[in-house]
């Protein structure tokens, strides 16, 4: 059974009638890492928000499916309850709710087999080693955050939270060489058998951390090539036009 499939995706914003996605087929079992690649607008942070069920995007035609269930019409905090998580690419500012609180809350929503202190102990080793200090838990949610601290908080979140689907958009943006290599390194140890990752970035340097298994080219709303990681090498060497019209 795959973990997630999107069949024949159609998408608009909801204020306009513009197609963003157009006839998107996906699929992707238990355990594997897919990366879609493309330029910028070419609909890939669309594509991760209608995953998640941003209801700021209207799903025309097609189906999306999780574990087997046409989730579709499921509203994101639902999806987030089944093991859906995604790491935004430019995560919002939440003035007063702290990175400790906002977790516990959530983790209490999605999971509870972990005791107060077990959960605390787990955010303050993640932040740990993330090379940040347990002070960084009593911040407010990427209020006044670098953009490298932004993306570290989100590991923390999908550390503590442990979702089956994790959709990273463009995790890589905002980080120095140090810090992606931090970020890429938790990632990959957090993975597991049953744990699928979808890697959405239109540079290579994060798939050099995180070798993906399947690599999508997305264009003009379109997925128009799939291959192996060395698809990657040929997108560096061509271009996303040239590969896209290969």
């Excluded at 996906?26 to 990366?35: F, N």
């Excluded at 605390?120 to 407010?140: N, V």
């Excluded at 993306?151 to 689907?165: A, N, R, T």
Aim: net charge neutral; aromatic share 6%; glycine share 8%.
């Amino acid at each position: 059974m795959y973990l997630l499939e999107l069949e024949n995706l159609y998408v608009r914003l909801a204020k306009e009638d513009r197609l963003i996605l157009k006839g998107v087929d996906l699929k992707i079992k238990p355990g594997e890492v897919h990366a879609i690649m493309g330029p910028n607008g070419s609909g890939k942070s669309t594509l991760a928000h209608v995953i998640m069920g941003n209801p700021n995007y209207v799903v025309v035609k097609g189906e999306i499916r999780y574990s087997g269930e046409v989730i579709t019409d499921l509203p994101p905090n639902e999806r987030a309850k089944k093991g859906i998580f995604l790491s935004f690419q430019q995560p919002p500012e939440i003035p007063g709710v702290r990175i400790r609180s906002f977790l516990s809350t959530a983790y209490s929503l999605t999971r509870k087999n972990l005791s107060l202190r077990e959960l605390e102990g787990r955010m303050k080793t993640f932040a740990q080693e993330l090379g940040l200090s347990p002070d960084f838990l009593s911040r407010y949610l990427n209020l006044g955050m670098s953009g490298g601290e932004r993306k570290k908080s989100e590991v923390i979140q999908m550390g503590v939270l442990d979702p089956k689907l994790v959709i990273l958009d463009e995790i890589d943006s905002g980080l120095d060489v140090d810090a992606l290599r931090q970020v890429s390194k938790k990632i990959l140890e957090l993975k597991n058998p049953e744990k699928s990752i979808l890697l959405i970035t239109h540079y290579s340097r994060i798939t050099s951390y995180i070798v993906p298994d399947v690599v999508h080219v997305l264009v003009d709303g379109k997925i128009v090539t799939s291959g192996g990681p060395d698809l990657i090498s040929w997108i560096e060497e061509k271009g996303y036009v040239e590969v896209g019209t290969a």
